[in-house]
């Protein structure tokens, strides 16, 4: 099978001939259609420190898919053959006390595919049938391709009561416009969306019902005026893992505010704990997806009008999977799809 493998320790990735992955018994194999390019595979084409130290030379990469089951391993009982699928890529052991107590996103013991584990950027992809989301027909390949992220989105937005409240995303990449559109449909009142990138803001605005600001151009504290946002943001999702763009948002908050980050900050950064303890703020860190409560979340609410295709802005076929690259690279792009059919 073709597949794309980080076969080299050196920037870039590359097509090669792999064999069909072997199923176990708990396995399902499926044939990969489509698949999403993430800031994850990005680093690891870069080949930076957290990739050098994470990701095994030689190891097919990618974690968003969509495809079909094609094979189910001997004691799978609850698939079928021919059923359209994505799938949790994170593997959970079950040794842990959050594993066994059904936390199953809070498993230290996870492996990602394509990071750890062989990935999904492959014409097959082994998988446990464990991780099989199957697919409604209401959701397609692409739109089933990019679940992973959603649920990342997903995941942060309903980490607090959004209904009627004020909520302020920063960084408009896709995940953060995802967690805008996921706002606005649980019943956010405004939502403003920061970034210093006019392209994704412009983007953003396309896809989300979300006030779009360039920081590096307006003022915050006035747009925060204009929609009467007197006391500041009830709730905040940090998404650009800028340790500015945090600064500006617990600056903006209300007393007593949450704050959900998924953005991650590079390495040690200087934060002002005071005013967070003084604006009595929660701050929650947010990893992957809820095992598996985010799926039928997200599910429900693409089949109850959640409306997110607008943040692909790249399909290409395999075979051009560095131009799919360049465009993510670029930094202009939102969702990278890749056709693998
Ligand atoms: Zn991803």
């Known amino acids: 099978m073709r597949c794309l493998v980080k076969a080299k320790a050196e920037e870039g990735l590359w097509l090669e001939e792999r064999p069909v992955p072997q199923i176990g018994p708990d396995d399902v194999l499926i044939k990969v259609r489509k698949t999403g390019i993430c800031g994850t595979d990005v680093h690891i084409w870069n080949w930076d420190a957290w990739a050098q130290k994470t990701v095994p030379v030689g190891l097919v990469t990618g974690h968003e898919f969509a495809g079909e089951i094609v094979a189910l391993g001997r004691d799978v009982t609850d698939l079928k053959v021919g059923q359209r699928c994505s799938g949790e890529g994170h593997l959970i052991g079950t040794h842990s006390r959050q594993s066994r107590s059904g936390r199953f996103h809070l498993d230290p ?34 739109v089933g391709a990019i679940l992973d992220p959603l649920g990342n989105a997903v995941h942060t937005a309903l980490s607090f009561d959004l209904v009627g409240e004020d909520v302020l995303i920063t960084g ?40 779009p600001v360039n920081v590096a ?15 500041g943001f009830d709730v905040g999702m940090e998404m650009s893992g800028s340790p ?8 903006a908050m209300v007393m007593g505010g949450r704050i959900a980050m998924l953005g991650i900050p590079p390495g040690r950064t200087a934060v002002d704990w005071s005013r967070i303890v003084f604006k009595a703020l929660t701050i929650k860190g947010v990893y992957g997806r809820e095992i598996f409560e985010t799926w039928y979340k997200m599910i429900a609410m693409l089949e109850n009008g959640l409306e997110i295709r607008g943040v692909i802005t790249h399909r290409f076929p395999a075979a051009r999977f560095e131009d799919g690259f360049a465009a993510m690279r670029s930094g202009l792009s939102g969702k990278v799809v890749l056709d693998w059919t």
């Open 172 to 211: 408009a990449g896709p995940i953060g416009i995802m967690a805008g559109a996921v706002a606005r449909h649980v019943g956010a009142r405004h939502v403003v969306i920061t970034d210093v990138n006019p392209d994704r803001l412009a983007l953003a605005a396309r896809v989300a019902d979300v006030v």
């Open 109 to 142: 013991e996870t492996r990602g595919i394509g990071v750890n584990e062989p990935g999904a950027f492959a014409e097959f992809l082994r998988l446990p049938a464990f991780n099989v989301v199957p697919l409604p027909e209401g959701i397609d390949d692409e």
């Open 244 to 251: 500015a763009a945090l600064d500006q948002m617990v600056e």
């Open 217 to 231: 151009r307006e003022d915050l504290r006035e747009v925060m005026g204009r929609l009467r946002l007197v006391q």
